[in-house]
């Protein structure tokens, strides 16, 4: 029988105890006590039901003194009602778990997590600002930025009818222009943000930054580096499982897959990731051997997510023969990892050190305990970049494969891929958009020390940028890619020098039209007044 302290409101006190009493349904047998048997019989949870309060400093302090307390019994804090935008600093406060309004099958649920040393946080913070709320410079952007997301969703709705081939192409094309548009916005105050100041802008459109909440709905059952591997990949799992809208926006290789194969393809990848890391928490690497180490198993699961794409049994016909898809794009050589574009060592060596060996993650100039809710939203989105960049790459070699074998497509692909034409269309539109990634907006963002890491929810895929030095891949660049950096190095240099010639050139025209233009037109106008009085005043005679 386990012993519960519950630290509530007399008139709730009662019905939380007869909430958690049925416990014992679910095989945790629960006893709630009170402060005074507490004393002379430890507790094994300790729960205290409070309303939320603006006051958020003195929430957590009472929070940690209870904690400290009852030490070492978890501690679990029910907040009723909303929570203001950062008001409690989740990723510091070490109490066992949070739960914001829940349920009593939430509440019950959460139980055998705390007693057996997990951790539970269920926390849904409302946005911090919406568009609406931006005034200015800023409320413009925002508000362009949410009519074109407007649209994009109509046009996105009209798409996924399969409209006719004419319809379709409009639609299409209406989409490419309303992308371009929303990039041009998100230049555009970049720029205006550098220069003026502006604050960020919150927006919610597809491969655009989306506010994340602080946490929703984490369960961590272990605080080891495999009790965390298994917290993000069921996360991740859920969030494949649900996601069937199209993803041609931000992966355009990934998105000419069928949702099918597409989803069969970042379970596989996701597997066998698991796979390689119980293999390197066994071998105990650390530093340079494994990061080499990894580079390999990176190749053994880029090779495992072809074979479980293809399936081990799929035959279908080339040149009258019935041949095995996966025993074919197996066949093919594997580029390297720099020509895919995974997943940086940035980004890798961090989300190892992590689920390896459970290691502090560094977020916002802090170390946080992996298992905090901030550390494991942040590991979340690194494994998940690594998830949708590796199976990008994978999905490109899919496409250069079924260019050769039209049967493939039928399988593989989305219908509307199934023509020659819009297959080789989409091929061309993949490699210029990675030779524009690669040549202008890489160096972009390595010179201003900005990673942009992809994020799968279950509505799409979103972008969100991550500020990191970058100063070791500026000095790898290339000759093309060099010129970007010193084009805006040479715009930051010459912009000063530019705005002061443009002020002294308008001061210096204002002055030449007031003092120059301005008094000879008024010498010229009262000498015509003059000439036009004498006239009127010799025609009196």
């Given at each position: 029988?386990?012993?519960?302290?519950?630290?509530?409101?007399?008139?709730?006190?009662?019905?939380?105890?007869?909430?958690?009493?049925?416990?014992?349904?679910?095989?945790?047998?629960?006893?709630?006590?009170?402060?005074?048997?507490?004393?002379?019989?430890?507790?094994?949870?300790?729960?205290?039901?409070?309303?939320?309060?603006?006051?958020?400093?003195?929430?957590?302090?009472?929070?940690?003194?209870?904690?400290?307390?009852?030490?070492?019994?978890?501690?679990?804090?029910?907040?009723?009602?909303?929570?203001?935008?950062?008001?409690?600093?989740?990723?510091?406060?070490?109490?066992?778990?949070?739960?914001?309004?829940?349920?009593?099958?939430?509440?019950?649920?959460?139980?055998?997590?705390?007693?057996?040393?997990?951790?539970?946080?269920?926390?849904?913070?409302?946005?911090?600002?919406?568009?609406?709320?931006?005034?200015?410079?800023?409320?413009?952007?925002?508000?362009?930025?949410?009519?074109?997301?407007?649209?994009?969703?109509?046009?996105?709705?009209?798409?996924?009818?399969?409209?006719?081939?004419?319809?379709?192409?409009?639609?299409?094309?209406?989409?490419?222009?309303?992308?371009?548009?929303?990039?041009?916005?998100?230049?555009?105050?970049?720029?205006?943000?550098?220069?003026?100041?502006?604050?960020?802008?919150?927006?919610?459109?597809?491969?655009?930054?989306?506010?994340?909440?602080?946490?929703?709905?984490?369960?961590?059952?272990?605080?080891?580096?495999?009790?965390?591997?298994?917290?993000?990949?069921?996360?991740?799992?859920?969030?494949?499982?649900?996601?069937?809208?199209?993803?041609?926006?931000?992966?355009?290789?990934?998105?000419?897959?069928?949702?099918?194969?597409?989803?069969?393809?970042?379970?596989?990848?996701?597997?066998?990731?698991?796979?390689?890391?119980?293999?390197?928490?066994?071998?105990?690497?650390?530093?340079?051997?494994?990061?080499?180490?990894?580079?390999?198993?990176?190749?053994?699961?880029?090779?495992?997510?072809?074979?479980?794409?293809?399936?081990?049994?799929?035959?279908?016909?080339?040149?009258?023969?019935?041949?095995?898809?996966?025993?074919?794009?197996?066949?093919?050589?594997?580029?390297?990892?720099?020509?895919?574009?995974?997943?940086?060592?940035?980004?890798?060596?961090?989300?190892?050190?992590?689920?390896?060996?459970?290691?502090?993650?560094?977020?916002?100039?802090?170390?946080?305990?992996?298992?905090?809710?901030?550390?494991?939203?942040?590991?979340?989105?690194?494994?998940?970049?690594?998830?949708?960049?590796?199976?990008?790459?994978?999905?490109?070699?899919?496409?250069?494969?079924?260019?050769?074998?039209?049967?493939?497509?039928?399988?593989?692909?989305?219908?509307?891929?199934?023509?020659?034409r819009q297959l080789e269309r989409l091929r061309n539109h993949v490699n210029s958009h990675e030779r524009y990634e690669q040549?202008?907006?890489?160096?972009?963002?390595?010179?201003?020390?900005?990673?942009?890491?992809?994020?799968?929810?279950?509505?799409?895929?979103?972008?969100?940028?991550?500020?990191?030095?970058?100063?070791?891949?500026?000095?790898?660049?290339?000759?093309?890619?060099?010129?970007?950096?010193?084009?805006?190095?040479?715009?930051?240099?010459?912009?000063?020098?530019?705005?002061?010639?443009?002020?002294?050139?308008?001061?210096?025209?204002?002055?030449?039209?007031?003092?120059?233009?301005?008094?000879?037109?008024?010498?010229?106008?009262?000498?015509?007044?003059?000439?036009?009085?004498?006239?009127?005043?010799?025609?009196?005679?």
């Amino acid at each position: 029988m386990h012993r519960v302290l519950v630290y509530a409101p007399l008139s709730q006190k009662k019905q939380w105890a007869a909430v958690l009493g049925q416990s014992g349904a679910e095989g945790v047998p629960v006893q709630c006590i009170d402060e005074a048997e507490a004393t002379r019989r430890r507790p094994d949870l300790v729960i205290w039901m409070t309303q939320a309060s603006h006051d958020t400093d003195a929430l957590a302090q009472e929070a940690l003194a209870l904690d400290q307390r009852w030490h070492p019994a978890p501690f679990l804090l029910v907040l009723r009602g909303p929570i203001q935008p950062g008001g409690l600093p989740l990723g510091e406060l070490p109490i066992a778990g949070i739960l914001q309004n829940p349920g009593a099958s939430t509440l019950r649920q959460a139980l055998p997590v705390l007693m057996d040393g997990g951790r539970v946080f269920d926390v849904h913070t409302r946005p911090a600002a919406s568009a609406g709320q931006h005034r200015g410079l800023s409320g413009a952007f925002s508000q362009g930025l949410t009519q074109i997301q407007a649209q994009a969703q109509m046009v996105t709705a009209q798409l996924n009818r399969r409209p006719k081939t004419l319809l379709r192409w409009v639609l299409e094309g209406q989409r490419r222009e309303l992308s371009m548009a929303r990039a041009l916005v998100l230049t555009l105050h970049a720029a205006a943000t550098r220069t003026l100041g502006l604050k960020h802008l919150t927006t919610t459109g597809s491969g655009g930054e989306k506010p994340v909440p602080v946490s929703t709905g984490l369960t961590l059952r272990s605080r080891t580096a495999t009790g965390l591997w298994d917290t993000l990949h069921q996360r991740l799992l859920e969030r494949i499982a649900r996601n069937p809208q199209p993803l041609e926006q931000q992966l355009l290789a990934l998105g000419a897959l069928a949702p099918g194969p597409r989803a069969a393809l970042l379970r596989q990848l996701l597997g066998h990731m698991g796979l390689a890391l119980q293999q390197v928490r066994r071998e105990g690497l650390r530093g340079e051997a494994l990061l080499e180490h990894w580079r390999d198993l990176q190749e053994e699961i880029m090779l495992h997510g072809l074979q479980g794409l293809g399936g081990a049994y799929l035959r279908i016909p080339r040149d009258g023969l019935l041949v095995s898809v996966s025993e074919l794009l197996l066949r093919g050589a594997l580029p390297s990892p720099t020509a895919l574009s995974l997943a940086s060592r940035a980004t890798i060596e961090p989300m190892l050190a992590a689920l390896v060996r459970a290691e502090p993650v560094l977020l916002d100039g802090h170390l946080l305990a992996p298992d905090t809710p901030a550390a494991l939203l942040h590991l979340e989105l690194l494994l998940s970049d690594w998830l949708l960049r590796m199976g990008s790459a994978l999905a490109g070699l899919v496409l250069e494969e079924a260019s050769q074998w039209p049967e493939l497509r039928r399988f593989l692909l989305r219908p509307d891929l199934l023509s020659t034409r819009q297959l080789e269309r989409l091929r061309n539109h993949v490699n210029s958009h990675e030779r524009y990634e690669q040549f202008i907006l890489e160096p972009l963002r390595i010179y201003e020390s900005r990673r942009e890491l992809l994020l799968l929810q279950a509505d799409g895929v979103v972008t969100q940028t991550l500020i990191d030095p970058r100063d070791q891949e500026l000095r790898q660049l290339g000759p093309v890619q060099r010129m970007v950096t010193l084009a805006l190095e040479l715009r930051d240099a010459l912009g000063p020098q530019l705005r002061v010639f443009s002020q002294r050139l308008g001061s210096l025209l204002v002055t030449v039209l007031t003092q120059v233009i301005g008094r000879g037109i008024g010498l010229i106008a009262r000498g015509v007044l003059l000439g036009l009085g004498r006239t009127l005043q010799g025609s009196g005679r």
